[in-house]
């Protein structure tokens, strides 16, 4: 028999370490959907080695929550047994990955921002959001590179690829502004010094991203109308059908070990 969703004490350090979870979480998976479908095998482990990435910073995010919630629940049980409304990752990353120019939209406006996050979040009065900060820097640093190149060479390739690149932009602007949000239980840490407050961030990526996407002949959308939802757990249906896949062993089979 299918195994239950597990309860969880959202207090706002354990919420504030499973939104950043949810979010290398469920990237990552979207990156492991093009295993042995990218359109060269170079490609193929360049995407698989990201999401290996964000899996790690999962794993660390989601036991550092466990710990400090002390409640019986481990990286697995908040992986795997949960319902959809109790994921809090941003929707834009819950997006499906279309073709190859929207899953690398969809990693270039993350890795913008996760890059300058995680290197701001150095400097948190937690020492173990400061230190899983530090080693994800690193790898957000190489995504936003590789990305970016990508961005360039689509957007400046051909007709069909620069038509497709700024599709992707265009489709894909709108979950951007959810990454700059912060609510009452957020900043109540900000204040303590042990997150980051993502709203002057904006500005820095704004930068990033209008410089790449000059480079690569792409427009700029100008809509500043946003879509929000997923920090609150109010999610689109393309979470519950990814969740079905992810979480099918470990509902089917609770515990199951290799």
Same mark, same amino acid.
């Given at each position: 028999?299918?195994?239950?969703?597990?309860?969880?004490?959202?207090?706002?350090?354990?919420?504030?370490?499973?939104?950043?979870?949810?979010?290398?979480?469920?990237?990552?998976?979207?990156?492991?959907?093009? &295993?042995?479908?990218?359109?060269?095998?170079?490609?193929?482990?360049?995407?698989?080695?990201?999401?290996?990435?964000?899996?790690?910073?999962?794993?660390?995010?989601?036991? +550092?929550?466990?710990?400090?919630?002390?409640?019986? %629940?481990?990286?697995?049980?908040?992986?795997?047994?949960?319902?959809?409304?109790? +994921?809090? %990752?941003?929707?834009?990353?819950?997006?499906?990955?279309?073709?190859?120019?929207?899953?690398?939209?969809?990693?270039?406006?993350?890795?913008?921002?996760?890059?300058?996050? !995680?290197?701001?979040?150095?400097?948190?009065?937690?020492?173990?959001?400061?230190?899983?900060?530090?080693? =994800?820097?690193?790898? =957000?640093? +190489?995504?936003?590179?590789? &990305?970016?190149?990508?961005?360039?060479?689509?957007?400046?390739?051909?007709?069909?690829?620069?038509?497709?690149?700024?599709?992707?932009?265009?489709?894909? !602007?709108?979950?951007?502004?959810?990454?700059?949000?912060?609510?009452?239980?957020?900043?109540?840490?900000?204040?303590?010094?042990?997150?980051?407050?993502?709203?002057?961030?904006?500005?820095? !990526?704004?930068?990033?991203?209008?410089?790449?996407?000059?480079?690569?002949?792409?427009?700029?959308?100008? =809509?500043?109308?946003?879509?929000?939802?997923?920090r609150s757990g109010r999610h689109s249906e393309h979470l519950g059908h990814l969740l079905s896949e992810l979480q099918a062993m470990q509902?089917?089979?609770?515990?199951?070990?290799?």
């Open positions: 028999m299918a195994v239950a969703s597990i309860q969880v004490s959202e207090t706002p350090l354990v919420l504030y370490a499973l939104r950043r979870a949810d979010d290398a979480l469920i990237l990552g998976h979207r990156l492991s959907e093009w &295993c042995g479908h990218a359109p060269m095998m170079e490609e193929d482990m360049a995407l698989a080695n990201m999401g290996l990435d964000l899996l790690g910073q999962a794993r660390e995010l989601y036991s +550092y929550a466990a710990k400090v919630e002390a409640n019986g %629940n481990d990286e697995d049980k908040f992986a795997y047994l949960r319902d959809v409304r109790q +994921y809090r %990752n941003l929707l834009l990353l819950e997006q499906p990955n279309g073709d190859f120019a929207h899953t690398m939209a969809r990693q270039f406006f993350y890795a913008a921002f996760a890059d300058p996050y !995680w290197r701001a979040m150095m400097n948190s009065r937690d020492a173990t959001l400061a230190a899983i900060a530090a080693k =994800s820097e690193k790898e =957000s640093a +190489y995504h936003i590179r590789h &990305c970016s190149e990508w961005i360039i060479r689509l957007g400046d390739g051909t007709d069909e690829s620069h038509r497709r690149a700024q599709t992707a932009v265009d489709d894909l !602007w709108a979950y951007t502004g959810e990454m700059f949000e912060a609510d009452d239980s957020e900043r109540s840490l900000i204040d303590a010094g042990i997150a980051v407050d993502p709203a002057p961030l904006r500005q820095g !990526w704004l930068e990033t991203v209008s410089n790449v996407l000059r480079e690569a002949t792409l427009t700029l959308p100008k =809509s500043d109308w946003m879509q929000q939802g997923g509902r089917t089979f609770p515990g199951a070990t290799w």
